[in-house]
Nanobody, 115 residues
């Protein structure tokens, strides 16, 4: 089973930036589609961004132009650069790995945007 460990969450003021990281165990990272999702209290888990093994990216409309997903296959790590953060970006952010029959989730990292 693949293990995913997110880091980089925290408290930031509106308009600020954060960088999230997600490190994967094992040797299938480079073959996998990696995604970021988030879940606010009382709401469903929503798609944020995805990057395929070939580097193609896609974003939710709510974060397009503000968030950037990237990956480093040598480090088995996917990143989420978040700029111009808004209070409505407050949520637990989860990393996801998908390849073949494998669909793994990290434990999540809290992002709070507040003054």
């Amino acid at each position: 089973q693949v293990q995913l460990v997110e880091s980089g969450g925290g408290l930031v003021q509106p308009g600020g930036s954060l960088n999230l990281s997600c490190a994967a165990s094992g040797n299938i990272f480079r073959l996998s589609t990696m995604g970021w999702y988030r879940q606010a209290p009382g709401k469903q888990r929503d798609f944020i961004a995805v990057i395929t093994s070939g580097g193609t990216t896609n974003y939710a409309d709510s974060v397009k132009g503000r968030f950037t997903i990237s990956r480093d296959n040598a480090k088995n790590t996917v990143y989420l650069r978040m700029n111009t953060l808004k209070p409505e970006d407050t949520a637990v952010y989860y990393c996801n790995l998908r390849t073949g029959l494998i669909n793994s989730w990290g434990q999540g990292t809290q992002v709070t945007v507040s003054s």
